[in-house]
Each structure stands twice: as C-alpha cells, then as structure tokens.
C-alpha cells in the first residue's frame, strides 16, 4: 500500500508556471510507476506523463517541451513542472502509482492502483 498526497495546484493566468509535489508514504515497492493524470470537467480522466523505476520517461502530446515529469526517490516524492500554461490545462490533477517496475501503461488510468485526492489548476486567459 502506498498514499499518495498532491500539492502545489493553484490558479494562474495563460503563460505561467506551477511545480505540482505528489508526497508518497507507506510501501515504497509500491510505487514503482508513477504518474500524472488530469481530469477536466465532462472529460475522461487522461494521462500527462509518467515515470518508471529506472527513470524513463512518456509525456502525452499536450504536454510534451512545456511540462516536465521528475521523481526524487530520498523524498518519496514526484513532481509535474508545468510551463507556459494555457487555458486547456485546466483540470484537477492526480498523482498515481503502481507496483509494477516498468509501466505497463503510462497513459492508461487502469495500470494504476494507487491515487492521490488531486490537487486542482486553473488556467485563465
């Protein structure tokens, strides 16, 4: 078992930046995947990028050369570096982990077993 504790969510205007944390606890064999997913309201929750546990890397389209996925394995702790903002952006965002070593899915909400509360960004123009 794993918690999982997001924060660093906020509003900010088009074109700004936000450093989201997602703090694990617990079962660190747990969370050997880790990934961001974002939920907007009336859409599918879809993933943002991920990180396996020898450190590689997906981004989803949207996200690719603004957002930057990074894990800190002293602090049990990975972050979303998100850049240049835009209005789409805005959603609630989850922090998720798995126990499996190499993601079987980055993208796929059901290769997750493990979820934070989410922590909310609102971009306006």
């Known amino acids: ?5 997001e924060s660093g969510g906020g509003s900010v ?3 700004g930046s936000l450093r989201l944390s997602c703090a694990a606890s617990g079962s660190t064999s747990s969370s050997h995947c880790m990934g961001w997913f974002r939920q ?3 859409k599918e929750r879809e993933g943002v990028a991920g990180i396996n546990s020898v450190g590689n890397i997906r981004y989803a389209d949207s996200a690719k050369g603004r957002f930057t996925i990074s894990k800190d394995n002293a602090k049990n702790t990975l972050y979303l570096q998100m850049n240049s903002l835009k209005p789409e ?3 609630m965002y989850y922090c998720a982990a798995d126990r499996a070593l190499f ?3 980055y993208f796929s ?6 979820w934070g509360q989410g922590t909310q960004v609102s971009v306006s123009s």
Request: net charge neutral.
């Open 89 to 91: 952006d805005t959603a």
């Open 109 to 114: 909400p059901s290769s997750f077993a493990y």
């Open 1 to 5: 078992q794993v918690q999982l504790v």
């Open 103 to 105: 993601c079987r899915s």
């Open 40 to 42: 907007a309201p009336g």
């Open 13 to 15: 205007q088009a074109g």
